[in-house]
């Protein structure tokens, strides 16, 4: 209990510090939220990355979704602050990053057995894997239950429709289906061969086709409506809200990260003591 009350203590004493930093120069800002962006990046990719369960086991899926949406939303809040169109331009290329850095965290790490590296299995990989629909119809003859079905069949048809989402905010090029599809489907099947050859998963031809199949409907259906102009447009407005609401949205995003930061630093502190 009082590691959590010193970990909140030290997040307010920053958060207050960090106000009367940026308060009267907007420059200083920027640094500070690349910095804090990095380094929980950092620090993240540090806790993937360690074997011992103090830090490697402590993260769950839902906690880095929950991460990563806290960065995607300070980097958003920043833009509206900063309210220059290079500025919106280049968070999109950094959502883009983290929702990456996200989809290989839990398809590698999280929840994950440790990674072991063996190119053989390519050649040893079930000739089923390769039969279109074959693991799909298992999950409704063996009767699977509800959450199984779900988990892996809706799981993998969202799976990648934030990045659709993303690539189509990037570039108009991306509203068409044949250059989601180029951009999209190497990066599918580079994973799941990835996950084969590293013991963390199987291949299997059903969660690319079902990968690929939630793009095909989401871009179908987001353009067949025109509602991308619609949100492109909302991404690169000149947003006229009081500063004060502006800086005041920076400083929410901002507290889970720091939060994060300070509760790994301690984490490694009292495990480096120990």
Not at 26 to 36: D, G, Q, S, W
Not at 59 to 72: F, N
Not at 255 to 273: G, S
Request: glycine share 4%; hydrophobic share 55%; net charge positive.
């Amino acid at each position: 209990m009082n590691f959590y009350f010193l970990c909140l203590g030290v997040l307010l004493l920053f958060v207050y510090c960090v106000f009367q930093l940026i308060k009267k120069q907007h420059n200083k800002l920027k640094i500070y939220t690349e910095f804090l962006v990095g380094l929980t990046v950092l620090l993240f990719l540090f806790v993937l990355s360690i074997a011992n369960p103090l830090f490697r086991y402590s993260m769950s899926s839902m906690k880095a979704v929950i991460l990563i949406l806290s960065l995607s939303f300070l980097c958003f809040s920043f833009g509206l602050i900063d309210d220059h169109e290079k500025t919106y331009r280049r968070n999109i290329d950094i959502y883009i990053g983290l929702y990456i850095l996200l989809l290989i965290s839990i398809t590698f790490f999280i929840g994950r057995p440790s990674l072991s590296f063996d190119f053989k299995r390519i050649f040893s990989i079930y000739r089923d894997s390769f039969i279109p629909f074959h693991t799909i119809s298992l999950y409704f003859t063996n009767h699977a239950s509800l959450r199984s079905i779900i988990y892996n069949i809706f799981g993998n048809i969202v799976m990648l429709v934030p990045l659709s989402f993303l690539l189509m905010l990037k570039n108009k090029k991306y509203d068409h289906i044949g250059k989601q599809l180029l951009a999209i489907a190497p990066m599918v099947l580079i994973i799941e061969l990835l996950q084969e050859i590293t013991w963390v998963g199987s291949f299997d031809i059903d969660d690319i086709l079902l990968n690929l199949l939630g793009v095909i409907l989401f871009t179908i259906f987001i353009t067949r409506f025109d509602m991308i102009s619609k949100i492109r447009k909302l991404f690169f407005t000149t947003f006229k809200n009081k500063k004060m609401v502006k800086y005041f949205c920076y400083g929410v995003f901002q507290i889970l990260p720091i939060m994060f930061i300070v509760e790994t630093v301690l984490k490694i502190i009292k495990y480096c003591l120990l």
